[in-house]
């Protein structure tokens, strides 16, 4: 199933072959992912109400596997040899959506930030859907937030389910579904059906459309399906639905920069005799 799904997208989409390459090496080391699995951490109990379930948690992995996992991605696409970049610090700084500081890791090694950013974002991916597995039973049954309840990120789609047209907020990371029953734009919480509207296809199928907010600019892609999509699909269904970015960008909507939450986490390695090189 996901090898026709990615074969599909090579085929559609052939100019976005270096990341359907990341993609497909991700959902690889996910399928197979033990180590990931053991280091699924415990959630804080102390957060604040609003904190997702990784929000300032310690994620122990396995250093010298990730050091060797984040490598081969880097290989693959930003031409480094990744030695210079540490991989470990790259999981935590792409956990926690920090562009910034993947930005700091990628200065003075010579590679595309912009890809090192990429290279981030696939790399924490088994992880974090090893996290959306594990941590499942634990997501809050209400929650109201725009950002997904377990690792901070925004939405990637809102999909309306079943009979009744449900609608759930999907993340395009840990996979994680969660319902805003009303509609409400998930950057600002504006309410106001005024400010609110739908991007659809003229005269196309109607089953996908661009809900907007002209309150703050936002934009995300809405779609009406039978059932929710798997976890490892959200982002092949993203990368498959361009057009409709490309209607909200031509029309001046945005999604934001900011991450939805700081998840403020930590990654950690063991090994090594308990040492850990700290950044100042
Ligand atoms: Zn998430
Ligand atoms: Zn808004």
Redesign the pocket.
Known sequence: MIEQRLAHARRETPEAEAWLELLEAALEQSEDGAAWEAAVPTVATDRPVKAPLLSCAHITVDGRAARGWVRRLLKLVAHDNGRRIDGVALLEAALCLDDAGIDRLTAGAGADPQAVRVVGQMAVLPLLQACGRGLAPEVPVTWWEGYCPLCGAWPVVAEYTGLERKRQLRCGRCGTGWAIPLLR??????IQHD??AYLTPEGGEQTRKVEV??????YLKAVTTVRAAAPWAILLDDLMTVPLDVAALERGYRRPERPGYALAARVLEDGGGGWRMWRP
């Open positions: 734009c998930v950057f600002c919480d504006e400010n609110l907010c002209n309150t703050c600019q936002g």
